[in-house]
């Protein structure tokens, strides 16, 4: 059995001990699970398809089972030289993270980029990377 914190805090159970004759004790135990950090998960797809033309925004979003932790995010293109220019910056609100823009014709292609959800709490993190692909509508 694997012990959360966050399914159950307290187990109980029977401890018993039994001698040759067949005499035996028996004590009831407790068994505490201390909470321990944990990582953030991202939960959204892996890929943003958009067009030519046309606004898009596209979401990503994290959860962190911990009571009162939340998660911040960090973009890294894959290659920071060909990043394309029509994606803003990337905005976050809560437990996800959003990039918006317009591609014009010449941004056809697909882009790759790491996106990292870290917890407030204790800094672990999820990475996924992630592809932004514009095509022609």
């Known amino acids: 059995t694997v012990f959360n914190r966050e399914d159950q805090a307290v187990y109980k159970i029977r401890v018993r001990t039994t001698d040759q004759t067949g005499l035996f004790y028996e004590q009831n135990l407790n068994i505490y699970i201390l909470d321990v950090n944990e990582p953030p998960i991202i939960i959204s797809s892996d890929k943003c398809t958009v067009f030519v033309g046309y606004i898009f925004i596209c ?79």
């Open 59 to 137: 979401t990503v979003r994290a959860i962190d089972n911990d009571p009162g932790d939340y998660v911040t995010f960090s973009l890294t293109p894959s290659d920071p030289a060909t990043w394309p220019t029509f994606v803003g910056a990337l905005v976050t609100d809560g437990n996800s993270a959003s990039i918006a823009g317009v591609p014009s014709l010449g941004d056809v292609g697909t882009y790759t980029f790491a996106l990292t959800a870290t917890d407030a709490l204790g800094g672990l993190t999820d990475t996924q990377t992630i592809k932004l692909i514009v095509e022609l509508e």
